[in-house]
């Protein structure tokens, strides 16, 4: 049987392929930082050879700021198996700081520590050890059976970290021979760092920032203090605004639209036994702060919210400075659900923001960033086919689960190529992912691969995917 020797191979290769990871980990391809382009023309390089490696027909693409890397495979398998696509991302963030680093951060090493074995360095967990999993699990496929099971075409990106600004007019413009049955994305983790998941719920993302001005300068709080506008008052007083008692928005219409979770996934979701005091212990907190009457795991998966990120004006410094400043400002974020239009969001943003304004202050607004959530359809045979695959390689049965951050190309394979989307990953809860000493256990690298493998037997023998 094929699958068996597969995993053994994946085994028995596995010291291969960590060193493998360890040379691809250390080319420093942090894609915001302009001084790290030609590190990102590296990193591309060394995926295009590696995918040559085993057999993929690979390229490097530019595009205006970073390139795009797509590789194609197994189109001599048999014409009723179905066509994958597979997309990672080869860029990094940033280091800093670089003292809270315990190692090199592009001196990736494999360490042993209390809870196991861990490979550690920048991009181990975000995402070249998880994009990885899945290109070992194809080189062991094509060493036992000379072959790939199916098509599979390679989508691997440098500018995830830096907001992927390439990406939709790249995706666009070759959409034809982008477009598969499927798309399959290693950007995410186990729950609970335990049990294996497919992640079939995304927030979308409405960012805004927001400048209030009232006098023309900054005032002497004796001479106007009590007689003219202060704008910290203004801004305090709209953001506390944005909730009511019970935790929910009260921008008009932002409820509008939004699903109930159904009793299957909410009863699946139970289930899972989401510890939320650990959950917020962890991070020295204690009790659930969002809205009245619905569970933690709701909280931070299936509704929407509104974040006050950052906010700041008048003096800071050390020292008093007694004054009324002139403007003050704020970065506001929402997240998304499906049901909810990101533009309709951040023109009843603005609207509310202008409607309570004082006659002496103006608001002024600085378009971030907006995504629609992403809603995964399980009831393409796909899903429910992977995640057995998944229930047989680990010791906990596979969930479908939420996320409650926003991975837009999830979004983008529907809109863009008609096509769901599986997000699968098997990164940890204290991988350190964006922060020093990132980390990627062994266990994770070790079984993600051995689950790809079984993910692909299972979608190749699976006709209807």
């Known amino acids: ?179 598969a049955d499927i798309a399959l994305i290693c950007d995410t983790g ?11 719920m995304l927030r979308g993302m409405v960012s805004d920032e927001v400048t209030i001005t009232g006098p023309d300068k900054d005032l002497h709080s004796g001479f106007f203090g009590g007689i003219a506008a202060n704008p910290i008052r203004v801004l305090s007083r709209i953001l506390t605004g944005l909730h009511d008692s019970t935790g929910r928005v009260t921008l008009p219409g932002f409820y509008d639209n939004i699903p109930d979770l159904s009793p299957e996934m909410r009863a699946q979701w139970d289930r899972l036994g989401f510890d939320h005091a650990k959950f917020l212990g962890d991070v020295g907190l204690s009790q659930p702060a969002g809205e009245e009457g619905r569970t933690p795991l709701e909280m931070i998966w299936s509704r929407p919210t509104a974040e006050v990120n950052g906010i700041w004006g008048g003096y800071t410094g050390d020292g008093f400075k007694t004054v009324l400043p002139s403007q003050t400002s704020a970065k506001i974020s929402f997240r998304l659900v499906e049901g909810q239009d990101p533009d309709a969001i951040r023109d009843a943003f603005r609207d509310y923001v202008t409607s309570a304004l004082p006659v002496d202050c103006t608001a002024q607004f600085i378009d971030h960033r907006g995504s629609r959530a992403g809603v995964m359809e399980t009831s393409h045979p796909a899903f429910e086919a992977a995640r057995r695959a998944l229930s047989n390689e680990w010791s906990e049965e596979a969930a479908y689960v939420g996320c409650g951050g926003s991975i837009p190309i999830a979004g983008y394979f529907g809109e863009i190529l008609d096509m769901s989307a599986m997000l699968i990953g098997f990164g940890k809860d204290d991988d350190a992912i964006h922060s020093p000493d990132e980390k990627y256990d062994m266990e994770s690298f070790h079984k993600g691969t051995r689950s790809w493998a079984r993910i692909l037997d299972a979608l190749t023998s699976t006709s209807d995917v």
């Open 190 to 200: 186990l729950f609970q760092s335990k049990t294996p998941a497919i992640v079939t």
């Open 1 to 179: 049987m094929t699958l068996p020797a597969v995993l053994a191979r994946i085994d028995t290769q596995m010291p291969e392929a960590i060193v493998r990871l360890l040379e691809f980990l250390r080319i420093p391809s942090i894609s915001t930082d302009p001084a790290y382009a030609d590190s990102c023309q590296d990193a591309a390089d060394w995926l295009v050879a590696d995918l040559r490696s085993i057999g993929v027909t690979a390229e490097k693409r530019t595009t205006p700021k970073h390139p795009m890397v797509v590789g194609h495979a197994g189109q001599d398998a048999p014409p009723d198996a179905p066509h994958l696509l597979f997309y990672g991302h080869y860029d990094v963030q940033p280091v800093d700081p670089l003292a809270l680093w315990t190692r090199d951060p592009f001196d990736p090493a494999v360490e042993q520590t209390p809870k196991g074995e861990v490979i550690r360095g920048r991009g181990t967990s975000d995402d070249k050890g998880q994009l990885m999993t899945f290109v070992e699990a194809c080189r062991a496929w094509r060493e036992v059976n000379g072959t790939l099971p199916c098509r599979i075409t390679f989508f691997f990106e440098g500018e995830e970290e830096s907001g992927s600004p390439s990406l939709v007019p790249f995706m666009k413009e070759n959409a034809e021979e982008l477009r």
